[in-house]
């Protein structure tokens, strides 16, 4: 077993009931302002009537191993601790979003009061002082374990022994660290699932022959 912890997350979409208690808890938690999110549950429908279904697909930074955001940083604003965790430093961000340009799973904003890149970085103030993300003590549902991955005795690297699991976009090569359990391949695209009506008239015309 490795000296070094490695944090990453579990999401077993069989148990969440999509709340949004995940999404609520990160905004109090970490005093996300109002017009952003660092995490939100996506609600897709699939089949038709009365065979249709709803699904909830809870969507958070992946802290990915390979983590594109960090190379592509100008002014090293993004970096990576020994656990895994992919930071921000407020003080050296200029806000130009080439981190979120780059990130292939669209998790990142722009703070816009204070005008820097931010993002989930899975509570590390609460790791740190040994309490969990606020997300996973917040889910009444017990759908989000959350440990080090590099202690094969942890409740999360039992789960990925005895789990099927998936993560968002593997062909990006991130190798992210946020992981779940019943992943619909259907819901888990993120063009899926879209209310057009969202959309203003010129970029439906943009994405025409985008949405099946």
């Not at 993002?119 to 606020?134: T, V």
């Not at 080090?148 to 942890?154: C, V």
């Amino acid at each position: 077993m490795s000296n070094t912890k490695k944090w990453g997350m579990v999401i077993d979409l069989n148990k969440c009931v999509g709340c949004h208690s995940c999404s609520v808890a990160c905004k109090t938690e970490n005093e996300v302002p109002p017009a952003v999110f660092r995490s939100w549950v996506k609600i897709s429908e699939k089949g038709n009537f009365p065979e249709a279904k709803s699904s909830a697909l809870p969507v958070l930074c992946n802290n990915c191993e390979n983590a594109v955001c960090v190379r592509v940083c100008p002014v090293t604003a993004s970096y990576q601790r020994p656990d895994g965790i992919v930071m921000i430093d407020p003080h050296k961000c200029v806000g130009c979003k080439y981190c979120m340009a780059a990130c292939p799973y669209q998790v990142r904003h722009i703070n816009p009061v204070r005008r820097y890149a931010q993002k989930c970085f899975f509570c590390y103030h609460r790791i740190d002082n040994g309490l969990k993300p606020a997300c996973v003590d917040t889910c009444p549902s017990g759908a989000r374990t959350f440990g080090d991955l590099n202690d094969p005795a942890s409740e999360i690297s039992v789960m990925l022994v005895n789990n099927s699991t998936s993560v968002l976009k593997p062909e990006a090569g991130t190798k992210p660290n946020v992981y779940y359990i019943g992943l619909d391949k259907d819901i888990a695209n993120p063009l899926k699932g879209v209310d057009l009506e969202h959309f203003r008239h010129h970029d439906i015309e943009l994405l025409d022959g985008v949405f099946e």
